[in-house]
């Protein structure tokens, strides 16, 4: 069985010019790990929707911070916490640029996307969401697009609503409106979902939210490493990433939430840093961002995180979108031709994933094949499970493209998934 993915006519061939400056053999170049033979071949590595790879300027600033510039910050008046501290407020500040945010104090560094949606749910949320109150999602989230949500409406007595996609796994926009009740008290959206693919019209969504002045939450964790994002032009409330998703390092991640948002929340975690003043009979919390970060923060992660995205500036998101976007192409054209493969997310609109089933044969074997083949694709429900159950499996193979793919490592995919097919015929 094989489905075709619908993507966009002529996207590729319009965006030729770009692609041509897109030297992907020098992009690879910088990613020291790439260089790795794994069971004695080259490193084909399709698991970039789990964790990206790291260029060489992220692994070497994060070096660099701690040979160079290792203090904790905002606190000391010593030459060394200084320089930390402003390394650590132009991390910030570029997160701020490349978000397209108004203000580096809507720019909250967390441990990661995770942490930002609970962040989320148990200070927004619980201000603002009551028993019989309504949280709005999509039947196509990540478990941390859930559970969060979950706890909170478990808490407040409060209903999630899931709103669904239809069988390509595309958001069914109408049922997702007629879910905006006079009840709902905040949307949660993915922006990419990790298990399909679906890149979702978040502009769309946070329009028809607002006009019933409900705030926008969109998990970008798989968007902002494939696409060029702006917080301002989705009019979200709040968006969400991790750095290790986005050739940055693990351990930090970033919230986004409107200033006025912000300021109006209750904190999350106490702590040092979060506050201007503390007695024993009352605490005054610090300003924003601030206010949101107790403790020492991830000052390295935040210095690695910059160079991150001024590595992935340099190249360009737009030149980016364009070479994973072909590869997807080329991807589900030639991996949907194989018999017996089924592609589980068909969306005309996707990114950077591939996830695929076949007939017969467990999501874990084709892993373990491939594996002996060098190629590193995640199998299993992708934190995913609802996503698993719409498309009535209990597993996928997934392929997750990153800048520095070729085609060349598409094609040795393909041989790996025809070996399987083999072994199991
Ligand atoms: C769509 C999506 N949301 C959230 C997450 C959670 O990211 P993290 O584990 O970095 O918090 C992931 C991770 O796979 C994801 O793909």
Redesign the pocket.
């Known amino acids: 069985m094989s489905t075709a993915v619908r993507l966009p006519a002529n996207t590729v061939e319009t965006l030729q010019p770009e692609i041509a400056r897109f030297d992907v053999e020098r992009i690879r170049a910088d990613f020291p790990i790439l260089e790795e033979k794994i069971r004695g071949r080259e490193l084909v590595y399709l698991d970039n ?3 990206s790879q790291k260029p060489k300027p992220v692994i070497d600033a994060i070096v660099r911070y701690y040979e160079r510039d290792n203090a904790n910050i905002h606190r000391g008046v010593h030459y060394l916490s200084e320089r930390a501290t402003e390394e650590y407020e132009m991390a910030r500040k570029v997160v701020q640029s490349f978000l397209g945010a108004a203000h580096s104090n809507e720019i909250i560094f967390l ?7 609970n962040l989320v749910a148990q200070t927004y949320g619980r201000k603002h969401v009551g028993p019989g109150d309504e949280v709005l999602i999509t039947a196509m ?2 478990h ?2 859930i559970v969060p949500w979950q706890l909170l409406c478990e808490e407040k007595q409060a209903k999630l609503r899931v709103a669904p996609i239809n069988d390509d796994g595309e958001l069914i926009l109408d049922e997702f409106e007629r879910l905006l009740g006079p009840r709902t008290r905040i949307v949660a959206v ?5 298990a399909l693919g679906t890149l979702n019209p978040v502009a769309i969504i946070a329009k028809m939210a607002h006009a019933r002045n409900i705030p926008v939450l969109v ?1 970008g ?2 968007a902002v490493p494939r696409l060029s994002v702006n917080v301002q032009a989705i009019d979200c409330d709040f968006y ?1 990433f ?1 750095g ?2 986005a050739y940055g390092p693990t351990g930090i ?1 970033v919230l986004y939430g409107k200033a006025s948002l912000l300021e109006s929340m209750p904190p999350y975690q106490g702590g040092g840093d979060m506050i201007s003043s503390v007695t024993f009979e009352k605490t005054i919390y610090n300003k924003v961002p601030h206010k949101f970060e107790a403790g020492t923060p991830d000052m390295s992660g935040a210095v690695g995180l910059r160079a991150a995205i001024e590595y992935l500036n340099q190249i360009g998101m737009d030149n980016i979108a364009a070479h994973e976007h072909e590869l997807l192409a080329y991807a589900t054209e030639t991996v949907s031709d194989l018999p017996g493969v089924r592609v589980v997310g068909t969306a005309r609109e996707k990114a950077g994933v591939l996830s695929f089933a076949m007939e017969g044969i467990h999501p874990h074997d084709i892993g373990t094949i491939l594996d002996q083949e060098g190629i590193a694709i995640r199998t299993g429900h ?3 499970q609802p996503v698993m159950e719409r498309f009535g499996v209990d597993a996928t193979a997934r392929a997750s493209f990153g800048l520095y793919n070729t085609k060349a490592e598409i094609d040795a995919l393909v041989r790996g998934i025809q070996k399987v097919r083999e072994v199991f015929d």
């Open positions: 929707a789990a964790t441990r990661s996307t995770t942490e930002a949606i989230e990540h941390s697009n993915g922006h990419v979902s990790n998990d964790a798989q969400a991790s290790h998703k991640g992708h934190c995913a």
